[in-house]
């Protein structure tokens, strides 16, 4: 008697792609990077160049 499964068996391993070997629920998940931390720091109040006073401005929109 020959003691292997028949060749169209559930129990044999699928040959060559023929079907899933793992159940796929969607496409792949793809880790999400962190968000960056920037590394320029933000003027702090006061430095110059970065105020509100700028020439030729006064009284547009306020």
């Known amino acids: 008697m020959n003691t292997a499964p ?3 068996s559930a129990l ?3 040959a ?3 079907g ?3 159940p796929k629920k969607g496409p792949p998940k793809f ?3 962190q ?3 920037f590394k320029s720091k933000a003027p702090k109040p006061g430095q ?3 105020g509100d006073d700028i020439p ?3 009284g547009l929109g306020t």
């Open 35 to 37: 968000t960056r931390t």
């Open 6 to 8: 028949p060749a169209g």
């Open 56 to 58: 030729g401005m006064e």
């Open 16 to 18: 060559g792609g023929v």
């Open 48 to 50: 110059k160049g970065f």
């Open 12 to 14: 044999s391993a699928p």
């Open 31 to 33: 880790k999400q990077r």
């Open 20 to 22: 899933p070997t793992t």
